[in-house]
C-alpha cells in the first residue's frame, strides 16, 4: 500500500523540491497558508485540522531570510517557527494513530556562530537571533514531543541551501553581480558550508527510517570567490574585482565612525567585514556515516543549471 505524508511549507522554495521527490514514492498532502495547499492553515495561528493518519509528516514550513528591525518582526519568528510548530503537533496528536516518524526542516543557525570550522552536531546550541533561537525551540519541542509520543524523530541542520532561484544571501549575491557592485574582499578565500535543495529532498526517507539530529553540506565548503566567478560566467558577466583587505578595513572603520556618530547601524562595519571574512563550516560525517550521505557539490550544481534559472528580475 502506498505511504502517505504531510508536508508542511510544499510551496517554497526548498518545499517545493520535497513535494517533487517524495510524491515519485508516496502519497503527499500539503499544508500552508495559500490556496495552492491541500489543507489551508495559517500554523502560527491554529492547528489544522487533519482528515487522515500518515506514515510520515515533514515540517518544513518557517519563517526566514530576514533580519527584523522591530520587536513585532522579531516575535514573529517565534510565531511562525515555534508556536507553530507546537500547532502542529496538537493536532497531530488528534488522530487515531500517530506517524511513524517526523522530521524537522531546522538550520545551523541553531549553533548562534559566525565562523568556526568542521562544527558537528554536539556544539552548543547558542543562538542569540530570532531565528536560530525559535528554531532551537522548534527542535526541543519535536524531540520532547517524540519522546512521549514514541514517534521516531529526524531534524536536519541546513547551511545555505541551493537551487533554482535560491533565496537569501545567495540570492543577494547574484542579484549584486547582476547590478555590477559585488566585489571580493580580499582573495574572496572565505567558505561557507552549503548543500543543494534536491539532496535534502533525497534523504528525506533514510532519515525517517533512522531519526537523529543531523548537519547536512555538499563536503566541499564552497569559497566566496568560486561562487561568484561561477556565477559570473553563467551570467555572461565580468568576474568580480578584488578589494584590497586594507581598503575594506578602512571603510569599515569608518562605518563604526558612522554608527557611533549617528547611534544606528551602519550598512558596512568592522562587525560585517569580520563576518564576510571568516569561513563558517560544519563537518556532516554522522550523516555521512548513519545514512550514507553522499552528496553533490554545489559547484557542480549550479553548472548544470540553465541559465534562466540564475536570472533575477
Same mark, same amino acid.
Not at 164 to 176: D, F, Q, S, V, Y
Given at each position: ?7 508542511t511549507? &510544499?510551496?517554497?522554495f526548498?518545499?517545493?523540491e ?6 515519485q514514492?508516496a ?6 497558508r495559500s &490556496? ?10 491554529e ?13 518544513n &514550513?518557517?519563517?526566514?531570510?530576514t533580519v527584523?528591525?522591530? +520587536?513585532?518582526?522579531?516575535e514573529?519568528f517565534?510565531? @511562525?517557527?515555534y ?5 502542529l503537533?496538537?493536532?497531530?496528536e ?11 526542516i531546522?538550520? @545551523? &543557525?541553531?549553533y548562534?556562530?559566525?565562523k568556526?570550522?568542521?562544527?558537528d ?9 530570532p531565528?536560530g533561537?525559535s528554531?532551537?525551540?522548534a527542535e526541543?519541542?519535536v ?5 512521549q509520543k514514541?514517534v521516531s ?6 547551511p545555505l541551501v541551493?537551487?533554482?532561484l ?35 529532498a533525497r534523504?528525506?526517507?533514510r532519515l525517517a527510517? @533512522?531519526?537523529?539530529v543531523y ?16 556565477f559570473?560566467k553563467r ?12 581598503f575594506?578595513?578602512m571603510?569599515a572603520?569608518?562605518?563604526d565612525f558612522y554608527?557611533?556618530l549617528?547611534?544606528r547601524?551602519?550598512?558596512? +562595519?568592522s562587525? +560585517? ?5 571568516? +569561513?563558517?563550516?560544519f563537518?556532516d560525517?554522522?550523516?555521512?556515516r ?8 554545489v ?8 541559465k534562466?534559472?540564475?536570472?533575477y528580475?
Amino acid at each position: 500500500m502506498k505511504p502517505y505524508y504531510l508536508l508542511t511549507g &510544499a510551496t517554497g522554495f526548498l518545499g517545493k523540491e520535497l513535494n517533487k521527490t517524495l510524491s515519485q514514492q508516496a502519497g503527499i498532502d500539503t499544508l500552508g497558508r495559500s &490556496a495552492d495547499n491541500d489543507i489551508v492553515c495559517d500554523l502560527s495561528l491554529e492547528g489544522p485540522h487533519l482528515n487522515r493518519t500518515y506514515d510520515l509528516v515533514i515540517h518544513n &514550513a518557517g519563517k526566514a531570510h530576514t533580519v527584523p528591525k522591530t +520587536s513585532a518582526e522579531a516575535e514573529a519568528f517565534f510565531k @511562525v517557527n515555534y508556536h507553530g510548530t507546537l500547532n502542529l503537533l496538537k493536532s497531530i496528536e488528534q488522530l487515531p494513530s500517530q506517524p511513524k516518524a517526523l522530521i524537522l526542516i531546522s538550520s @545551523v &543557525a541553531v549553533y548562534g556562530l559566525d565562523k568556526g570550522n568542521m562544527l558537528d552536531e554536539t556544539c552548543q546550541l547558542n543562538a542569540s537571533d530570532p531565528y536560530g533561537q525559535s528554531k532551537s525551540m522548534a527542535e526541543e519541542a519535536v524531540l520532547k514531543w517524540g519522546k512521549q509520543k514514541g514517534v521516531s524523530i529526524g531534524i536536519l541542520r541546513l547551511p545555505l541551501v541551493a537551487g533554482p532561484l535560491p533565496p537569501g544571501n545567495l540570492n543577494r549575491m547574484i542579484k549584486a553581480q547582476q547590478a555590477g557592485y559585488y566585489f571580493h574582499i580580499g582573495k574572496g578565500d572565505t567558505r561557507r558550508s552549503m548543500v543543494s535543495a534536491s539532496d535534502v529532498a533525497r534523504i528525506i526517507p533514510r532519515l525517517a527510517e @533512522v531519526g537523529g539530529v543531523y548537519n547536512l553540506t555538499d563536503q566541499y565548503h564552497p569559497s566566496f570567490a568560486e561562487l561568484a566567478d561561477l556565477f559570473s560566467k553563467r551570467l555572461g558577466l565580468k568576474a568580480p574585482y578584488h578589494m584590497p583587505l586594507w581598503f575594506a578595513r578602512m571603510l569599515a572603520k569608518a562605518g563604526d565612525f558612522y554608527a557611533l556618530l549617528l547611534k544606528r547601524e551602519a550598512p558596512f +562595519s568592522s562587525r +560585517s567585514l569580520d563576518k564576510m571574512t571568516s +569561513s563558517l563550516t560544519f563537518s556532516d560525517e554522522k550523516a555521512k556515516r548513519l545514512l550514507n550521505w553522499q552528496p553533490q557539490r554545489v559547484l557542480h550544481f549550479f553548472e548544470q543549471l540553465p541559465k534562466e534559472d540564475f536570472v533575477y528580475d
